[in-house]
């Protein structure tokens, strides 16, 4: 059973979430989860002013997704950063890309799952993964989120992302902060979570 975690990650926020959504569904006996970067669509003139991480060089060993990696898939774990509350462009670009597996109905009944970050903590994590969804709803996949089961997501003892829509992380108004630990155990309860799902599906 395979298992695609597909992210976009300017800063390396959603890219640490990725790691630990990968390990997570990883943990699960017959399952197999990859990790996959969509295209950078920005040039690295912009990138460099944006001061973004070297996604060249830190990202290298992570291939570049495309429309195979999301039919070939039983669950498929989207990352992508908050932009004013909703995906980044270089994702929406990716998913604008899907027209022909929706025409042929490709990922119906694929499980999908959604994963973001933001500068602050109520910059737009709910509005993003929920907004992700309706892409997810048309293609007719079955969504994935992070039940109360997990029991860090009810921490009230620090500053945390973590929504039952999806895992996510507050990467402070300057960049710097990075997924705090429990942040990246909720991230890794999802990725298990959508694999034994996927498992009980298959099976």
């Not at 997570?24 to 970067?37: F, M, P, T």
């Not at 944006?50 to 992570?62: E, G, L, N, Y």
Request: with cysteine; glycine share 10%; net charge neutral.
């Amino acid at each position: 059973m395979k298992i695609n975690i597909i992210f976009h990650s300017l800063f390396g926020h959603v890219y640490k979430l990725a790691e630990s959504v990968c390990e997570g569904a990883n943990s699960i006996n017959e399952v197999e989860a990859k990790l996959y970067q969509v295209p950078e669509t920005l040039s690295d003139d912009i990138l460099e002013k944006m001061q973004a991480v070297d996604t060249k060089k830190t990202f290298s060993h992570i291939p570049i997704a495309d429309m195979n990696h999301l039919e070939e898939a039983d669950g498929i774990i989207f990352g992508t950063p908050t932009r004013f509350g909703m995906m980044s462009a270089q994702m929406r670009t990716f998913l604008d890309r899907t027209g022909g597996l929706w025409f042929k109905g490709a990922l119906i009944n694929k499980v999908g799952s959604v994963f973001t970050s933001t500068a602050t903590q109520h910059g737009g994590q709910e509005s993003t993964l929920l907004s992700f969804h309706t892409t997810l709803l048309h293609h007719g996949m079955i969504i994935v989120g992070v039940p109360y089961s997990e029991t860090h997501l009810l921490s009230i003892g620090e500053i945390s992302g973590g929504t039952p829509y999806g895992s996510s992380t507050i990467a402070g108004s300057d960049g710097k902060r990075m997924p705090s630990l429990n942040e990246i155990e909720i991230a890794k309860f999802q990725g298990k979570h959508v694999a034994e799902i996927v498992r009980k599906l298959k099976k």
